[in-house]
Structure formats: structure tokens, C-alpha cells
């Protein structure tokens, strides 16, 4: 335990002062609204806050492919994060991009889940691929702005927590909609195989029945736009 507490000493010890003061700002804001958070914040916000600033400054912008399942995921660390780039531009005056802002709230979210980066991208990136073998399968492009996708985002990752929690999902509708819905059902099918392949999450045929009805949506949604 002491050897931790002087390893991360060091770490911070480490950083460039302006730099951990801001982030320093940031997490306190952040606890005001999530309550304590994991210690090891600090050390990995800081590295990926001096990380971004160096990056700025040699002129090179990093892309967030995740940016828009962010904000609808995780919304009050995204506005957290937005209050965060108030604090770096006031502390260390430097302008940080909506796809960095995206990235700090995957850190606060971490931090609240007890999760590593890792896994919380792991995630994010699980939800998004779904969103791209509905687009393939469709050949529509889901407005990422709209609320459809709002509305998709959240419940493919509500069938994934339910699944991981082990929680039992009644579908009532599931004959009516295997059969009058096949397409949908199908790809809902093949959103379940990828998330088990991936990820080893077992989706129930009820809850790929759910999948389906939020897909069909989207599937007449497409065939207006025709």
C-alpha cells in the first residue's frame, strides 16, 4: 500500500504544475456532482491532458470516433468535460477541440465505473459497430444528431447491461415480431452473434426481439428517405 501511495507520488511529481492544477479544477467539479472519484484519475487525466496540449501545439488535431455515442451515453460527463475545457483555456490558455472534450468524459466515466479507459472504449466501440452493421444492412446512414439514434444508442445499451447483469427480459411481442419484421429480426440477430464474439455477451431471443423493433423503426424511416 505505501509503495503504491509513493509510486503515484512520484508520478505526479512528475507533471507539469499548471497542467495538474486545471485538472485538479476539473475532478473537483466532477466530484461535486458524481462524489468521489478513483484516485488514479489524476495521474491518467493529467498524462492524457499534457499529451493533447503538445499535440495542439504541433498543430496536430486527434479525431474521437466515439464523440457522438459520448454525448448520448454519458451526458453529464460530457458536460463536465465542456466546463473542463472552460478551465484549461482560463488556467493554461489553450483551446481544446469537441473531440477531446468527448475524451475527458470518457475518463470521468471510468473513473465512476471504476473501469480502466480500456474497457470503457472497449464498450463505446461495441455500441458504435452495432450502429454501423444496422447502416451496412440498411444502406441508410442514422443521423447521429437525430433523435432515432438517441433512442437506438441507449437501448443497445441497455440490452447490454441487462445481459451482462444477468437481468431476465420478458418480450411478449417476440412471435409477432420474428415473423413480421424478419429482416429486422435478422440483423438483430447479427448484432447478438457480434456482441457474443466480441465481447462474450449472450443476448436473449427477447431481447433481440426488443433490437428488432428499434431497428424496423429505423428500416421505414429508411425506405421514406427513398
Avoid at 501545439?57 to 451526458?75: A, C, H, R, S, T
Avoid at 475545457?85 to 470518457?106: H, Q, T, V, Y
Wanted: glycine letters at 4%; charged letters at 35%.
Amino acid at each position: 500500500q505505501n509503495k503504491d501511495m509513493d509510486d503515484y507520488v512520484a508520478m505526479l511529481s512528475q507533471r507539469d504544475e499548471e497542467v495538474l492544477d486545471a485538472i485538479k479544477d476539473i475532478i473537483l467539479l466532477a466530484e461535486k456532482t458524481f462524489g468521489k472519484l478513483n484516485d488514479h484519475l489524476l495521474v491518467v487525466l493529467t498524462d492524457h491532458v499534457e499529451f493533447a496540449i503538445k499535440r495542439i501545439k504541433m498543430g496536430m488535431e486527434i479525431d474521437n470516433p466515439f464523440l457522438q455515442e459520448i454525448k448520448v451515453l454519458y451526458p453529464q460527463e460530457y458536460e463536465i468535460g465542456i466546463k473542463g475545457a472552460e478551465i484549461i483555456k482560463k488556467r493554461l490558455d489553450i483551446e481544446i477541440s469537441e473531440d477531446e472534450i468527448g475524451f475527458i468524459a470518457l475518463y470521468l466515466y471510468s473513473a465512476r465505473q471504476n473501469k480502466t479507459i480500456g474497457e470503457t472504449v472497449k464498450d463505446t466501440r461495441l455500441l458504435r459497430e452495432a450502429v454501423e452493421i444496422i447502416e451496412k444492412a440498411l444502406n441508410y446512414r442514422i443521423d447521429p444528431e437525430g433523435l432515432d439514434y438517441i433512442r437506438l444508442i441507449n437501448h443497445l445499451n441497455y440490452t447490454v447491461t441487462s445481459a451482462r447483469d444477468k437481468r431476465s427480459i420478458k418480450n411478449p411481442l417476440l412471435d409477432t415480431v420474428s415473423k413480421r419484421f424478419k429482416f429486422s429480426f435478422e440483423i438483430a440477430r447479427k448484432i447478438a452473434s457480434h456482441f457474443e464474439q466480441n465481447q462474450n455477451i449472450k443476448i436473449s431471443e427477447d431481447a433481440i426481439g426488443f433490437m428488432a423493433i428499434h431497428i424496423e423503426r429505423i428500416r421505414q424511416l429508411a425506405e421514406m428517405k427513398d
